[in-house]
């Protein structure tokens, strides 16, 4: 009990300046690999704590490191601040306002989950030098997960091999221990090159890279029925060709990103993909060259470390609500459809699946925390660049409440909600838990014959043999500016 009362009381005693980091990130709203500013905060925040902090780790201006203490056990918390492109949107309000029209917006909270771990980082090195724990605690300010997977990039460097542990956490409509897995995935360009030519005097003298592109898709969609029900096929047009329909492109690009539930149906689907492309390059007489963007391996949850995140969060609780907040997720929930509040996915609730849509229809914002699940069959079909971490690094999350029930990520609708009063709360109960749930590991024998951190790094092994595996080639690197440097 003394280690919840000193943690919730320091988190809350230092609430305005966690708040305001967070609030800064939410107003720079900086895009993957990009985010100068937040990191920014971020760091000098940490260092106002005696932090030491190492920047450029992989080569990436915005990755960095804050250390306090030596050896181990060590304990990593892992932020992310990166925003979205096209989601700028008015904090709090629930109707559709641009701060800057097709400026960017943080619609899936990165802003919160940056601060919060980060919150977690230093309450857990003033609990440790209070009570003279032995051992280290980092923060990794991790850029670019929408799109940049630097975290790919810093596990590859070997950024997170000293930690026993990585804990992070994610906001969302629900409070719940995060112990099912994501899928892997790997994005490719496929750049197809043909021959111009006038479209109506002379059509048999182009060879079109825009129909390259068009049967290349139409392969894949028929591939979509083959494939494994785990994998996943998505697409966008980076460049369809000249605007001018009298003009037979020579050039156009088409972006693939494929997932599986895990790098070797990944890599089997990706392999197929890049066959589809190869035959519509055939078929059109073009030349077709595929360029490897990113990629990252499944998410792989540390089962040891996640039932002691899973009781610090039972113990925090869920945030608490005020009638201010009710009314605002209400506000909030008025544009969605009812039956898509109602979809709410069931196995991170904690209820029984025909419980679900009449307890998310009923609360406007989570109250409760779900049970952790054992054993699932359940692999979240999003990705993220964490299951990187989680190959090396025995790795536990949280998901916890920050918006209105029914509220879906990478939407202007998160974004209001990410500097609010809901978010603000879902944001320090997260910093409670983790900082709780660090602090119990460390108060465990860990390094006894079947202590804490042997018994997850056994698991570890026994799930990913403690070596990255990824869908990309290792000649494929970060995608930054040059010449910044924090």
Not at 137 to 152: D, I, N, R, T
Not at 193 to 198: E, T
Not at 337 to 364: C, H, S, Y
Not at 412 to 424: D, E, L, R, Y
Request: with cysteine; net charge negative; charged share 20%.
């Amino acid at each position: 009990m003394k280690a919840k009362e000193a943690i919730t009381s320091f988190v809350e005693q230092n609430r305005e300046a966690f708040i305001r980091v967070s609030d800064g990130i939410w107003d720079a709203a900086e895009l993957a690999m990009r985010e100068y500013q937040s990191a920014k905060l971020l760091i000098d925040e940490l260092n106002k704590h005696g932090f030491t902090v190492v920047t450029g780790i992989a080569g990436i201006p915005t990755a960095f490191e804050a250390t306090w203490g030596k050896g181990r056990p060590a304990i990593g918390f892992c932020g992310e601040f990166d925003a979205l492109p096209g989601l700028s949107q008015e904090a709090g309000n629930h109707l559709r306002k641009p701060i800057t029209e097709g400026g960017s917006g943080h619609g899936c909270m990165h802003n919160l989950l940056g601060a919060a771990a980060m919150a977690a980082a230093i309450a857990t090195r003033h609990y440790m030098e209070e009570e003279g724990i032995p051992g280290s605690v980092s923060f990794f300010g991790c850029p670019g997960e929408e799109g940049g997977c630097g975290k790919v990039f810093m596990a590859r460097e070997g950024a997170f091999d000293h930690l026993d542990a990585a804990l992070s956490w994610h906001p969302d409509d629900l409070n719940s221990p995060w112990s099912t897995g994501n899928s892997a995935t790997v994005t490719l360009d496929f750049h197809f090159y043909g021959q111009a030519a006038h479209a109506s005097r002379f059509p048999h003298l182009g060879r079109s890279a825009l129909d390259a592109c068009e049967l290349m898709n139409i392969g894949c969609n028929y591939l979509r029925e083959h494939k494994p029900p785990n994998t996943k096929i998505l697409y966008n047009y980076e460049y369809a060709g000249t605007p001018r329909s009298g003009v037979v492109p020579d050039y156009a690009c088409v972006r693939y990103s494929c997932g599986g539930a895990n790098v070797k149906d990944t890599n089997e689907l990706r392999d197929r993909i890049i066959q589809v492309a190869e035959g519509a390059a055939m078929m059109t007489e073009t030349q077709v060259k595929y360029e490897f963007l990113q990629g990252t391996c499944e998410y792989v949850p540390n089962l040891t470390l996640c039932r002691i995140l899973s009781d610090a969060q039972k113990e925090v609780g869920p945030p608490q609500w005020d009638e201010a907040d009710l009314e605002l997720a209400q506000r909030m929930r008025s544009g969605l459809p009812m039956e898509q509040i109602r979809k709410r996915d069931p196995f991170m609730t904690g209820l029984a699946p025909e419980e679900v849509p009449d307890w998310v229809e009923q609360n406007p914002l989570s109250n409760m925390v779900a049970d952790m699940l054992e054993s699932t069959p359940v692999v979240i079909p999003s990705s993220s660049d964490i299951g990187a971490v989680s190959y090396v690094v025995p790795t536990a999350q949280l998901a916890v409440a920050c918006k209105a029930l029914g509220t879906v990520n990478h939407t202007w609708m998160t974004t209001a909600q990410g500097k609010s009063s809901i978010g603000h709360k879902g944001m320090l109960t997260a910093a409670k838990a983790l900082a709780l749930g660090a602090v119990r590991m460390l108060e465990q024998n860990a390094w006894e014959e079947g202590g804490l951190f042997r018994r997850a790094r056994e698991e570890l092994m026994k799930k990913t043999g403690g070596k990255l595996v990824l869908p990309i080639p290792d000649s494929v690197a970060p995608d930054v500016e040059e010449g910044v440097v924090l």
